[in-house]
Each structure stands twice: as structure tokens, then as C-alpha cells.
């Protein structure tokens, strides 16, 4: 069984970076797709980015496409969201998955088997 653990969140002004780290443990994630979801009280859970198990493929969600950048090194079995010119509205928490497939291309978060516990990002204006 394998176990996501987020980390990198925090405090930050508008226009600034971050990095999340979405670390596995339990098992290899290599061969799986990951997406990164976010989440702010009272809504739904909403895609933000996914990457194939290669790291060939990456998709995003059009509200942080040109500012967030995913990756992946699986020989540390950790998944990466690089976030920049970060704005108030990205104030959330952010959730590491794990796609049951390699492709990893899915924004449905039901398609997603494993969850992290979550990592909160906040932006001040």
C-alpha cells in the first residue's frame, strides 16, 4: 500500500513561489500517473495538474496553466508542483494523487485511488 505525504505549503506574498513535494512511501509510484488537486473550504475539489509515469506528459488545469509547472523524479519516488506568480486566489490546500494507470492524463478526481493528506498554500495580497 503505498502513502503520499505533501509538503512545501505555506505563507507567501501575491507574486511569489512555491514548490510542493508529494513524497510515497509504502511502494514505487514510477509506474503511475500523479496529478496534484486543490481544494478551498466549502468547494469542490478542483484539478490543477497531471503528469504520466514517464513524466512525458503533463496536462493542466487553464486556471494555473502558464504559472504551475509539475514534475516528477522517480528514482526519489516524489512528484513536484512548482508554482509561481502565485495570486490570492490560489489560496487553498493542495492534494497529491496517484492514478491507478500509467497515462495519468485524467482531471476526475474519482479516478484518483490514493490521497495525501493535504498541504496548505497561502497567498497574501
Known amino acids: 500500500q503505498v502513502q503520499l505525504v505533501e509538503s512545501g505549503g505555506g505563507l507567501v506574498q501575491a507574486g511569489g513561489s512555491l514548490r510542493l513535494s508529494c513524497a510515497a512511501s509504502?511502494?514505487?509510484?514510477?509506474?503511475?500517473?500523479m496529478a496534484w488537486f486543490r481544494q478551498a473550504p466549502g468547494k469542490e475539489r478542483e484539478f490543477v495538474a497531471a503528469?504520466?509515469?514517464?513524466?512525458?506528459?503533463?496536462y493542466y488545469g487553464d486556471h494555473v496553466k502558464g504559472r504551475f509547472t509539475i514534475s516528477r523524479d522517480n528514482a526519489k519516488n516524489t512528484v513536484y508542483l512548482q508554482m509561481n506568480s502565485l495570486i490570492p486566489e490560489d489560496t487553498v490546500v493542495y492534494y497529491c494523487?496517484?492514478?491507478?494507470?500509467?497515462?495519468?492524463?485524467?482531471?476526475?478526481?474519482?479516478?484518483?485511488?490514493?490521497w495525501g493528506q493535504g498541504t496548505q498554500v497561502t497567498v497574501s495580497s
Open positions: 494523487a496517484r492514478h491507478p494507470t500509467k497515462d495519468g492524463s485524467s482531471s476526475h478526481e474519482y479516478e484518483y485511488d490514493t
Open positions: 509504502g511502494r514505487p509510484v514510477s509506474i503511475y500517473g
Open positions: 503528469i504520466s509515469w514517464s513524466g512525458g506528459s503533463t
